[in-house]
């Protein structure tokens, strides 16, 4: 049995763009957000100048249920780097509303994880003053 | 019908420097040199008859050897650079098109991964991931979808170690032979992915050669371009790599089966349906990327893949050898895409019929392919012996 953890840091914080502004303003005041479109009302994320289900430019941002399910996820055991410890859990979510977030799952053992799992995104704020939104087991 | 543009095209001369974890001595820029004269000089050619170049230091090819002017491309590699010095030969732009590739120095820091695995995307890099990471997800999708077994993915790594493992100029020549279980017991890197699915790194480079059919009658065996595509989903390792991404293009078309399209494309310009492939060049940056190669391009149904490779069919002597050099897992994985123009020219080592270890014999058709669905992109090329 090996239990996952938010990683301690340092973590760099991540480079954002134009598009991404809102979505991170929203991770570091604990709100998952996500993008609609107001022609189609399908969610988009990563986030996105136009929809990718009708090609309308009229996405406005929205807050997340945070709960979901796990679609996959691996369990990484050789670090990216050095600075992230193992072992951490990389996992797609497919969050209630439809769209999909890469995360990583924190706070259970590593025997827990399977596919369709239910999970809800919680905040952790890292030693370099990022917020990042991590998936926990229900 | 008229004939196919691309028929006129072949592959005259091909080169592998020698690889190795490091190649003393080098920088990308020599080795990358050293490969473009040996491909030149298995053409039978002098670098003043290359008109053409693609590659990271093609430019340098031009400026010491005083060709300009000449049509460059900056393609890039593997692939996607057949295809277009196949077209710009094609279409007249050059006559004799030389490709050259190679990394050495670059990477030689081991306590990281290499620097072309590593995302630096803001939705992906906060959370730890890698290429080998963003492959696992796929792999572990397939895995929940039609029950595909680690096994049956230790069993292409092991039949691809093996080739390597017999391979005379492969990197990890004699560090074999591998079975399933030597696999299975790997350290695990990803799970699924044990250290033994997974693509090595190393140095290397390589080169290739093309022309016109009607300039290569003199040349010993030249290997015809018959057919190829690319498909890609869009940017890798920012967006999460999930198996049922679509377009609003062709719906049955997912980032799952990713290379669906090429492979009927490449297929459709040759004229040739799967039973016609003899060699299957397959990239193999992970052991479950056969397994979905296979059954995105048609050899099996989507999700037999598991059974296909355990069927007998991918080994030495079955119907579709697969990566039989070794691969990205023994041959070697010289940089970012040095690894990619590689499978090509195996294929066209095949079809010469002069591999000294692993020639299939009589083989007339290769597909090769490169990328994979971690990647979102998959391209795909058909050679032949002669023309369709
Ligand atoms: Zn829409």
Known sequence: MTRLHAQPGPITAPATSIFSEPYWEGCARGELRFQRCMSCSHPVHTPAAVCSACGADTLVWESSSGTGVIHSYTIVWRPVTQDFQVPYAPAIIELSEGWFLLTCVIDCETEALFVGAAVEISFHATADGVTLPYARLK | ?388
């Open chain 2, 1 to 388: 019908m008229q004939q196919h543009p691309l028929h006129d095209v072949v592959i005259t001369g091909v080169h592998n420097t020698r690889q190795a974890k490091v190649l003393e001595g080098h920088d990308s820029r020599s080795i990358s040199l050293e490969a473009a004269h040996g491909a030149v000089a298995d053409a039978g050619l002098n670098p003043i008859d290359i008109d053409g170049v693609v590659g990271p230091f093609g430019n340098d090819f031009i400026y010491q050897h005083r060709i300009g002017p000449v049509w460059r491309s900056l393609s890039p590699l593997g692939i996607p650079a057949v295809l277009e010095a196949a077209m710009a030969i094609a279409c007249g732009l050059a006559t004799t098109v030389l490709i050259a590739t190679g990394e050495a120095g670059s990477h030689r820091q081991r306590s990281s991964t290499a620097p072309w695995t590593r995302p630096t995307n803001e939705f992906v890099a906060p959370f730890g991931m890698f290429t080998a990471a963003e492959f696992a997800l796929m792999a572990r999708r397939h895995m929940h979808l039609y029950g595909t077994t680690p096994e049956s993915m230790a069993h292409v790594a092991a039949v691809i170690r093996n080739n390597g493992h017999v391979h005379p100029d492969a990197v990890f020549r004699d560090r074999g032979p591998f079975t399933v279980a030597d696999v299975l017991e790997s350290r695990m890197v990803a799970d699924p992915f044990h250290l033994l699915d997974c693509a090595m790194t190393s140095e290397g480079g390589t080169a290739m050669v093309l022309t016109s059919a009607d300039r290569a009658s003199g040349s010993a065996k030249p290997v015809h371009v018959l057919g190829g595509g690319t498909d890609h989903f869009g940017p890798a390792y920012q967006n999460p790599p999930v198996w049922e991404t679509g377009g609003r293009r062709r719906p049955d078309l997912i980032a799952g089966t990713v290379g669906r399209r090429a492979s009927e494309l490449a297929f459709s310009a040759a004229g040739i349906s799967v039973e016609d492939v003899d060699v299957c060049e397959f990239y193999d940056p992970f052991s479950f990327e056969i397994i979905r190669q296979f059954e995105a391009f048609g050899f099996c149904g989507v999700g037999e893949g598991g059974d296909f490779v355990l069927s007998g069919a991918i080994e030495p002597g079955g119907r579709f050898p697969i990566t039989t050099d070794g691969g990205t897992m023994s041959f070697s994985h010289g940089g970012a895409a040095v690894q990619l123009l590689q499978r090509v020219i195996r294929g066209v080592q095949q079809l010469r019929g002069t591999c000294s270890s692993m020639q299939v014999a009589g083989a007339e058709i290769a597909m090769c392919t490169g990328g994979g669905s971690g990647a979102m992109f998959t391209d795909v090329i058909v050679l032949g012996t002669g023309e369709p």
